[in-house]
């Protein structure tokens, strides 16, 4: 079955962990996940400035490397992700700021891509919250 | 045609476990996750409500925020593991999660 | 044929961002023509109070958001009657007509529809 995935919590909330580990077994169950679409505050998962304590679960890096090794279609909201100060080189040259912390696997796009993966997949799969 | 609710917050700080209870209808399923498993300890009065519930709402919980939590899962509630979540959510006509 | 959303408000106008970026979801989805219906649960009644003074503060207003859903093809409104009453609000003194729908129907919207999303 095909599952679409959103995001709307912060990084160090623990749906976002949740999320993950929801993403790690449907495709062990043999599942296609068609997008993870990361909006509101869920977009600082993709920043890469984001330092965790050796200790601790660094959950942008597992979201980052998952995406990666599975060559999933990870898309970043870009109008909340602008308002949350996560930009690519690109947006941070449009307006002007002095540095950007999105880069590959992730892309900036619209919330036309969460619709147009809630319409392709089978289940739509939301995870926020505590 | 049937509804998966999922939620996550503490029944005691947030109102969505129990606005969420006002939209299970028959044949709904919840999921308890992260902190709406407090809602399973034992004696308090999520417990009662949720024990009260007709059987044809059926109840889960992960089981690791049980675990987590040192709550032990109820009879009338099935723990669940990601793989079982998983599927879980095909046995439903559409999921609605509880931000 | 597309699938039916229902999005289900329940943040007030002023917690933060979310009222907003729960109605762009929606406009998102009219501007491709998808069918999308919202319910206004909990604390969402309130972004239906009209005579609300965004300025005040330094907040854009939410109701033109909310003017340009039919614009964008998003007509179907629903609103939790319990939660008006129990915020004091009535149906027929609204910024924008929303039907009103008792709680033991609330799950029958639900199943009227193939994708849910509360925000």
């Known amino acids: 079955m095909k599952f679409a995935l959103a995001l709307f919590a912060p990084p160090h909330a623990p749906s976002s962990r949740r999320a993950l580990r929801f993403a790690e077994a449907a495709l062990a169950g043999g599942h296609e996940i068609v997008r993870v679409f990361f909006y509101q505050d869920s977009v600082q998962l993709a920043s890469s400035l984001t330092v965790s304590a050796q200790d601790e679960l660094d959950l942008p890096a597992a979201w980052r490397t998952f995406v990666q090794e599975h060559r999933l279609d990870g898309v970043v909201c870009i109008a909340a992700a602008l308002r949350r100060g996560v930009l690519n080189g690109e947006e941070a040259q449009r307006y002007g700021r002095a540095g950007h912390n999105l880069d590959a696997p992730w892309e900036l796009s619209g919330l036309g891509q969460l619709h147009e993966a809630a319409q392709e997949a089978d289940r739509l799969i939301c995870f926020g919250g505590d | 045609m049937a509804t998966l609710h999922l939620l996550s917050r503490s029944p005691f700080v947030d109102l969505s476990g129990a606005s969420c209870l006002r939209l299970l209808g028959a044949g709904d399923g919840l999921l308890l996750t992260g902190d709406a498993v407090y809602a399973l300890q034992a004696d308090s009065r999520p417990f009662a409500v949720l024990s009260a519930l007709p059987a044809d709402r059926p109840l889960f919980a992960l089981a690791e925020d049980l675990e987590a939590r040192g709550i032990a899962a109820p009879d009338f509630v099935q723990a669940i593991d990601y793989a079982e979540f998983v599927e879980l959510t095909l046995r439903f006509e559409r999921v609605n999660s509880w931000l | ?119």
């Not at chain 3, 609300?52 to 109701?63: C, E, G, I, N, S």
């Open chain 3, 1 to 119: 044929m597309a699938k039916s959303l229902l999005l289900i408000c329940r943040r007030s106008p002023w917690s933060g961002p979310g009222a907003r970026e729960a109605l762009d979801v929606a406009l998102a989805g009219g501007a491709f023509d998808l069918p999308i219906s919202l319910l206004f649960l909990d604390d969402g009644v309130f972004q239906l109070k009209p005579a609300q003074q965004p300025a005040a503060v330094q907040q854009k207003d939410l109701t033109a958001n909310l003017q340009a859903l039919p614009l964008f093809g998003v007509e179907a409104l629903y609103v939790a009657r319990a939660d008006l009453d129990s915020r004091g609000l009535s149906a027929e003194h609204l910024s924008l007509p929303a039907t009103p729908v008792e709680d033991a129907h609330l799950a029958a919207l639900l199943d009227q529809h193939d994708l849910v999303i509360t925000l």
